[in-house]
């Protein structure tokens, strides 16, 4: 039996969105095939082990007191359980699933961490997460592909040292009102519409606290939909298109996680040919930013079609999560689905040469 080394929590400000998405994880995983060990990253980055998945409901699971220490040593593929400073157990480790969202998990760090340690792991490799994670060079990445996107600006932290000089620069580009982001925050996390000046002050100061890079964009008005990519070393599985009916102004995190009158919608209807174009688009995307086993890719219809917005390296797998209800509505279950993500990644053996 292979030992699957889970990762959940972890330090962005998606922490407690990776808390709940491990729980559907956890629940899929066939224990008839695998020894799971389950590995928590508290906010403030210290790793301990979790010997009960139940403790994760009530963030019990923090008050651990056993360390995990992953090795980058290529030839011990081990994980150190420590306790008071003394070495209590070694665990080899067959393959990794990083459940983590935003900064410090979807970014490449915990990626580059299993690249050193070669053992295969689910998901997109460093290359990949870092770019996905990074809107700003997404955008570039996107451009060269020549797919449709909204129009935007890239603003540095340091910048805002002048303010009136910032807002001049995005002035310049764009017409209010503007969508002000983090450039590597998820789950909508620092994201503000400013539709004058003074609101786009705030706005670049509320997105300068989550990251040193600041995206400015024009605003898209249309239906956000999104599409979710499968692939293995031999195949990219596309989904159908799924929609995103806020319950407020815009998606940002509260209409996200905590509005009753939020829905997702998993067979929209949609124009004739639309569908299609995004599916389209979102494998294009996917290849271009060199993806790998899983992303979710979301895009913006308009009056004049399909706009790209963002791709997600790690999408969640909450209850009201988009990527796993679209391979159901394809004919998926998660349990299959999180079987089929494990084995994409013990095919990255072959991906990568180990």
Request: with cysteine.
């Amino acid at each position: 039996m292979e030992t699957l080394l889970v990762l959940f929590g972890g330090q962005s400000s998606e922490h407690d969105i990776s808390c709940m998405s491990v729980q559907t994880v956890l629940r899929a995983i066939d224990p008839e095939k695998y020894n799971t060990v389950l590995v928590g990253i508290t906010k403030q980055g210290h790793w301990l082990y979790v010997e009960d998945a139940s403790l994760i409901r009530e963030n019990a699971w923090e008050k651990g007191t056993v360390s995990a220490v992953l090795s980058p040593d290529a030839k011990e593929h081990a994980l150190y359980l420590m306790q008071d400073g003394a070495l209590i157990r070694k665990i080899q480790i067959d393959i990794a699933f990083p459940v983590l969202h935003g900064l410090y998990g979807e970014d490449g760090t915990v990626q580059g961490i299993f690249e050193l340690m070669r053992i295969p792991y689910v998901g997109p490799g460093v290359l990949s997460c870092a770019v996905s994670m990074d809107k700003l060079y997404t955008k570039t990445i996107v451009e060269a592909a020549g797919i449709r996107q909204a129009k935007y600006v890239g603003i540095f932290r340091r910048e805002l040292a002048d303010m009136d000089k910032a807002v001049e620069k995005v002035e310049e580009a764009l017409e209010y009102p503007v969508f002000v982001k983090p450039s590597s925050a998820g789950s909508s996390k620092g994201v503000t519409k400013a539709s004058d000046r003074e609101a786009l002050k705030k706005a670049l100061l509320e997105a300068g606290r989550h990251d040193f890079k600041i995206l400015v964009e024009e605003t898209i008005v249309g239906r956000e939909l999104e599409c979710a990519v499968y692939s293995s070393k031999d195949e990219v599985l596309v989904s159908g298109v799924g929609e995103i009916v806020a319950g407020a102004e815009f998606y940002d995190f509260d209409a996200k996680y905590n509005s009753s009158e939020s829905r997702t919608e998993t067979c929209p209807v949609l124009p004739a040919g639309v569908e299609e174009e995004i599916q389209r688009d979102a494998k294009a995307v996917f290849e271009a930013v060199d993806a790998y086993g899983l992303s979710r890719v979301d895009f913006f219809l308009d009056d004049k079609g399909v706009v790209f917005n963002e791709i997600n390296s790690i999408p969640g797998f909450t209850a009201i999560s988009m990527y796993p209800m679209l391979f159901q509505q394809k004919g998926i279950p998660v349990q299959k689905l999180v079987q089929m993500l494990i084995d994409s990644a013990g095919e990255r053996i072959e991906r990568t040469l180990y």
